[in-house]
């Protein structure tokens, strides 16, 4: 599985940026999708995930500004981001899981300015 996401950019405190990660190959549809992010000097953590079945969870950092969904006919995964603060700054990943197996995207940088 190949992960390309995009959609970061700079962005004032209080606006919003929608992410998506474009996946490769035929089983997209029953992989756990996540959205991670890391800032910088710290780790890399879970922002938002979505079960093959729609289910998704949420860091309690984004709760009720974040929506992740998923397209399976399109092999995408969006993460909706709204009222963005300038402490959600950090390169968002998106990853792809199925049991044992892990994949990685490249990495899109958001920035919020206060």
């Known amino acids: 599985v190949q992960l390309q996401a995009s959609g970061g950019g700079l962005v004032q405190a209080g606006g919003s940026l929608r992410l998506s990660c474009a996946a490769s190959?035929?089983?997209?549809?029953?992989?756990?999708m996540g959205w991670y992010h890391q800032a910088p000097g710290k780790q890399r953590e879970l922002v938002a995930g979505?079960?093959?079945?729609?289910?998704?969870n949420y860091a309690d950092s984004v709760k009720g500004r974040c929506t992740i969904s998923r397209d399976n006919a399109k092999n995408t995964v969006y993460l909706q981001m709204n009222s963005l603060k300038p402490e959600d700054t950090a390169v968002y990943y998106c990853?792809?899981?199925?049991?044992?197996?892990?994949?990685w995207g490249q990495g899109t940088q958001v920035t919020v300015s206060s």
């Open positions: 990853n792809s899981r199925l049991l044992s197996h892990e994949h």
């Open positions: 190959g035929s089983i997209f549809s029953i992989l756990f």
């Open positions: 979505i079960t093959s079945g729609g289910i998704a």
